[in-house]
């Protein structure tokens, strides 16, 4: 637990040895056999035929609507939380974008999480953990087993230290995950941050997000009030992941499926 980690009626997650065992079990498991996180329903495309547009060329990030504010739910309360969970678990989605802000207390340490951002590609959520301390309390249970459900994929940019932190704060483990920095760097694109990534997928309003993240991106979170564009920024880090994955998983294998196999 990190040493600047002291706001009242907050602690991590009681993560018991046996719960652990149990994880790295399933961890090792996955680690050597990766077959059992694809899923023939959901990650079977159609990349010719899906992702192309009648003139031709491929579908790009161009084709999502510019975030909208009615599509963005603010989290600041457990019933919002419950409602947040029940959405995504009912929702029968295969993926599932997601993302922390968090604030770093010194390089060395893994910051205190202070937003958890989720999209199902239709709706986004921006969940408040420091808003209420029962929002912080509940998390892992709404939460939890999507994020541990292998039929949903969970996608994130750069994910390293977000599954960390929410293992550590809230007992989440992510099982079956897929990480748009790593599918960047495969592909070699010539800059891995999300904002770049997601202008070389041609999205439109590459340039205000951009923009966003350099004016926000290493902000500290714990302040309260949030501005508008804190919150815009924040859903923008995961409105696009759904199509994104998709679009990458296009390309990384398009060698194959180019030549009909």
């Known amino acids: ?11 991590p997650y009681a993560y018991s040895r046996k719960a652990q065992k149990l994880d790295m079990v399933l961890v090792k498991e996955l680690r050597e056999s990766p077959g059992k996180c694809l899923r ?19 579908v790009t990030l161009a084709s999502l609507e510019k975030v909208k504010e009615e599509d963005v739910v603010y989290v600041d309360s457990l019933e919002k939380l419950k409602e947040c969970g029940r959405y995504l678990r009912e929702g029968g989605f295969g993926e599932i974008g997601f993302d922390l ?4 207390f010194s390089p060395q340490e893994l910051g205190l999480v202070c937003l958890l951002q989720l999209s199902s590609g239709e709706k986004n959520f921006v969940v408040d953990v420091l808003a209420d301390v029962e929002v912080w309390k509940g998390l892992r249970e709404e939460l939890g087993g999507i994020f541990a459900d292998p039929g949903t994929v969970k996608i994130g940019h750069g994910i390293a230290f977000d599954v960390k932190a929410l293992s550590r704060d809230f007992g989440i483990i992510i099982v079956n995950a897929f990480d748009t920095h790593e599918a960047a760097r495969v592909l070699q694109l010539d800059r891995l941050g999300l904002a770049h990534v997601c202008s070389h997928y041609g999205l439109p309003e590459g340039e205000e997000y951009k923009e966003l993240k350099g004016k926000w991106q290493s902000s500290d979170w714990r302040v ?13 880090d995961v409105h696009y ?9 296009r390309d990384l294998t398009k ?7």
């Open 101 to 104: 802000e968090m604030f770093n």
């Open 241 to 249: 992941l759904v199509l994104l994955r998709k679009l990458m998983m």
């Open 255 to 261: 060698e194959i499926w180019g030549r009909g196999i």
């Open 224 to 236: 309260r009030p949030l501005v508008k564009d804190q919150i815009l920024y924040g859903v923008m």
């Open 40 to 58: 023939d329903v959901w990650d079977r495309f159609d990349f010719a035929g899906d992702f192309s547009l009648p003139d031709g060329k491929f």
């Open 1 to 11: 637990v990190n040493s600047g980690f002291r706001l009242r009626g907050y602690k």
